[in-house]
């Protein structure tokens, strides 16, 4: 299976719009961050996690010429905002597979109305294929996927598990019952915001410490702010077998 991080950063993403943060300008590739997504191709299948507002640069950035669906992990602007983009694959491919929890279904509906409009729809406009998911596993290709539980403050989040490869993002507590449908993953991703803490996201020091629980040959952190630090630093205090994801960065497991 192989995994592309195809966005890394916090919700506005690095550099942010007029900031003259030191990493915001930064010239290193890594410290150039687009809202998180990954993507994940196994056999002939390719599904994505998210739909950000970078979406579509995500897509022309790494090529990619179908898809077979998306996973939500919660209806938060950059994470699905990006959702009208998927038009070239639906005129080529026909409806859009999307997997989602009957609470991020409903803000897609709200959000955007015209793709659900069943009278006089624009013909432009894409046509998903919703799956309704809940906390049990389901089917993507021939893999099982295991949604885990986290909390964003007070909002449920979805993790997936595929196989040996665990995704969260969006992660300030995950109850030990969700925490124990990660054992024995090979590569875990997680958040890690920023050193200080936040109200709604794990600090670098708790996903250290979440890592650590979870105890996975390798971990990947995500969802960074520029407030983390320059690429080039962060790495150097991290762990031996924990990594900085970054833009672009393709994995294989
Ligand atoms: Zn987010």
């Not at 998911?133 to 979805?158: C, M, W």
Request: hydrophobic fraction near 40%; include cysteine.
């Amino acid at each position: 299976m192989d995994i592309t991080f195809l966005g890394t950063g916090t919700s506005q993403g690095i550099p942010i719009i007029g900031s003259d943060h030191p990493v915001c300008l930064s010239n290193d590739p890594r410290d150039k961050r687009l809202r998180v997504s990954i993507l994940v191709e196994w056999d002939n299948f390719t599904y994505v996690v998210d739909c950000g507002p970078d979406f579509r640069q995500q897509m022309l950035a790494n090529n990619v010429s179908k898809i077979d669906g998306i996973l939500f992990t919660h209806e938060h602007n950059d994470h699905i905002i990006g959702l009208d983009d998927v038009r070239p694959f639906y005129f080529k491919q026909g409806d859009i597979s999307v997997y989602a929890h009957q609470r991020v279904i409903k803000a897609l509906k709200k959000r955007f109305d015209y793709v659900f409009e069943t009278v006089n729809k624009y013909p432009g406009a894409p046509s998903l294929d919703v799956k309704e998911i809940n906390d049990n596993p389901f089917k993507i290709g021939n893999l099982e996927v295991i949604p885990v539980n986290v909390l964003h403050h007070k909002l449920q989040v979805y993790g997936f598990r595929f196989g040996d490869f665990a995704y969260i993002t969006d992660a300030k507590t995950i109850a030990e019952e969700e925490i124990a449908k990660l054992k024995g993953v090979k590569v875990l991703t997680v958040n890690a915001l920023r050193k200080e803490p936040h109200l709604s996201h794990f600090n670098l020091e708790e996903a250290l410490a979440f890592i650590k629980k979870v105890n996975p040959e390798k971990a990947y952190l995500t969802h960074v702010s520029h407030l983390l630090g320059f690429h080039k630093d962060v790495e150097k205090e991290l762990p031996t077998n924990v990594f900085l994801a970054y833009d672009n960065l393709k994995i294989t497991i």
